[in-house]
């Protein structure tokens, strides 16, 4: 349907208002990455307090690291299907400051306990992360729709692709602030007691880490002004709630346009298709692109999760035994591996993908993605055992920090695109939440499947050794990243250069 207002969008130039539309709805995925990323840190600060008996000595067991991730992924699954559909029944807008509201109190909640011992603590925790994990799954289809439905077709995947680079800039956030808290406490601890032995923990420690989670706070609450300030999206106001009129009036407000230019001459009402959520029309329609965005997104976030299973073994070749450094420098030095990570690929990836989105199309950065990623953990896991077991070296490095390049600059960006461009507005916010959720469901097993069998301890008091396992499981990522591939090549449709209900429109007249 050819309504003034949508050309207008589909065509409008590029204008101040689309930059800060990136920067208000790209902060939910900056906390998102922030809260991701400083967890490994946070765990060894509380290893450090709560875990001095532990054996290893000062780190904290692979369930409850297990459970840190698990609960938040899971949090966010809930929080992308809940909010995905409210986004789509009562508005985008309405729902997208509740969303942050519930990520900037449950950050805080994060910091807090009413009790000292672990247990206590560790609850407390893994609830606060649960409620967080559920405000960054409703940003997910939130703001990619916003961001979609706004946006112009010309450029619109750049703009997507931009909003979800915000992770990028949160994970070097939590790095630097991890670093710059761990270098204050350590500096003010040696000050009064003159040393920090390795196997002294000061009571800091305890401030610290909840100190580090409290501040993830403070830009996702910097933004709630402007977020509660953008009108509603006028895809939504005039293809969902009909009302063509206000559509015209909330897009005046942010466009360089006037009323007249994009308000109907002669308005017909409009009537919404009558076929509903997952009824056969529906999935005739839209099922194979509902698949292809669920099952994509699903084995990218096995693989993408699951880095965390040779992270430690990074830790130990480069930064040395933690029993050796204190607590402060222990979560140091972790932050700033992964800082000089973000820095030299993660971040690389994400502004490849916003320069080349608009370009070259989804559909084959999401293949380039996926057969890079599987060449590269091939190339890791084949000779692991016999070569990288012993020879942690520069050239294994560079291949971990091309399995975060081709994954941004690839599938981790274009699973968050695509999903926002082939859906009818009316259940374009619900179809993405399916597809973040499902990508979560593989998070789950990539995070903690992989976590727990790098860490079994029946199979190494038997003797089988812990490199052939991750030969394994390396190898196993690479055969899910071709299956990635296959499911791209042969289901995935392009949505470059075309609106939104032409990309609608074609799924129709196929299907």
Request: proline residues 4%.
């Amino acid at each position: 349907m050819g309504l003034k207002v949508l050309s207008a969008l589909d065509t409008a130039k590029t204008q101040l208002y689309h930059f800060k539309a990136i920067i208000v709805a790209g902060m939910g995925l900056f906390t998102d990455a922030y809260d991701l990323f400083c967890i490994p840190p946070i765990l060894r600060l509380i290893g450090r307090v709560y875990y001095e008996r532990a054996k290893p000595k000062y780190q904290s067991p692979p369930g409850v690291m297990s459970a840190m991730v698990a609960i938040a992924l899971l949090g966010t699954a809930i929080g992308q299907l809940v909010f995905g559909r409210l986004g789509d029944r009562i508005g985008r807008r309405r729902v997208y400051g509740i969303a942050l509201m519930i990520m900037v109190v449950s950050s805080l909640g994060c910091g807090f306990s009413i009790c000292k011992s672990r247990e206590c603590v560790l609850v407390s925790l893994s609830f606060f992360r649960f409620v967080l994990g559920v405000g960054i799954g409703g940003d997910y289809p939130l703001s990619a729709t916003i961001m979609s439905e706004f946006a112009n077709k010309r450029t619109r995947g750049a703009f997507i692709a931009a909003v979800f680079s915000m992770q990028g800039f949160g994970i070097l956030a939590s790095s630097t602030v991890t670093m710059v808290v761990c270098a204050i406490f350590d500096h003010v601890s040696k000050s009064n007691d003159g040393t920090v032995s390795v196997d002294h923990t000061p009571k800091g420690v305890d401030v610290a880490w909840r100190l580090i989670l409290m501040l993830g706070a403070v830009p996702a609450a910097l933004t709630y002004y402007w977020r509660m300030m953008m009108p509603e999206t006028a895809r939504y106001t005039a293809l969902v709630e009909l009302n063509v009129l206000q559509a015209a009036k909330d897009m005046e407000k942010v466009l360089d346009v006037s009323i007249s230019q994009i308000a109907e001459d002669d308005p017909q009402p409009l009537h919404q298709p009558s076929y509903p959520l997952f009824s056969k029309q529906f999935l005739r329609r839209h099922g194979r692109d509902l698949f292809s965005c669920a099952a994509s997104w699903f084995l990218l976030d096995i693989v993408f999760y699951s880095n965390n299973l040779f992270q430690s073994q990074i830790y130990k070749k480069y930064l040395g035994n933690e029993n050796n450094m204190n607590a402060y420098q222990d979560a140091f030095n972790v932050a700033k591996l992964q800082a000089i990570v973000a820095i030299c690929s993660t971040v690389p990836g994400y502004w490849f993908t916003v320069y080349f989105i608009d370009r070259i199309g989804r559909v084959k950065i999401q293949q380039m993605g996926f057969l890079f990623m599987a060449i590269v953990y091939l190339a890791i896991g084949i000779p692991y055992y016999s070569y990288w077991e012993h020879n942690t070296n520069a050239g294994f490095m560079v291949l971990y920090g091309l399995t975060f390049f081709f994954s941004n600059f690839g599938p981790n960006t274009t699973t968050f695109i695509v999903p926002a461009e082939l859906f009818p507005a009316r259940f374009r916010s619900t179809c993405h939440g399916i597809s973040g959720a499902a990508g979560k469901v593989g998070a789950i097993i990539g995070s903690v499947g992989f976590l727990w069998a790098s860490h079994n301890k029946k199979d190494l008091e038997e003797g089988y050794p812990k490199a052939i396992g991750m030969t394994i499981s390396l190898v196993i990522l690479g055969v899910v990243c071709i299956m990635g591939l296959l499911v791209t090549t042969f289901f995935t449709r392009e949505t470059m250069g075309r609106s939104l209900e032409e990309n609608e429109n074609e799924s129709e007249n196929e299907n």
